[in-house]
């Protein structure tokens, strides 16, 4: 069982950054992937980026690309979210959530990831 926690969540102006954080609380999930979610007020919870545990493969959502970046310091045990050029419509909270996967694989789809954070919240003001 792995238990993750978000923490780096907060307000800011548009046009502004913020860097989420997420680690397990014990153990390690050096060998899993890592994808960050989010779930905006009224929607659905969607895909925002992922990271395979080798770390060389990345993905995004289209709406974060080129202005989102995740990476992963194993030795830490933490992968991150850099958030630049952040936008009203990014307001929402964000899920970390570990999948065990292949070397190079980058799940997408929640179905696909076997433990969930608790969610931190970011809110992004015009």
């Known amino acids: 069982q792995v238990q993750l926690v978000e923490s780096g969540g907060g307000s800011v102006q548009a046009g502004g950054s913020l860097r989420l954080s997420c680690g397990p609380s014990?153990?390690?999930?050096?060998?899993?992937?890592v994808g960050w979610f989010r779930q905006g007020p009224g929607k659905e919870r969607e895909f925002v980026a992922a990271?395979?545990?080798?770390?060389?493969?990345?993905y995004y959502a289209d709406s974060v690309r080129g202005r989102f970046t995740i990476s992963r310091d194993n030795a830490k045990n933490t992968v991150y979210l850099q958030m630049n050029s952040l936008k009203p419509e990014d307001t929402a909270v964000y899920y970390c959530?570990?999948?065990?996967?292949?070397?190079?694989?980058?799940?997408?789809?929640?179905?696909?990831?076997?433990?969930w954070g608790q969610g931190t919240q970011v809110t992004v003001s015009s």
């Open positions: 014990g153990g390690t999930f050096s060998s899993y992937a």
């Open positions: 959530a570990a999948s065990r996967t292949g070397w190079d694989t980058v799940p997408k789809a929640g179905y696909e990831y076997n433990y």
């Open positions: 990271i395979s545990w080798s770390a060389r493969s990345t």
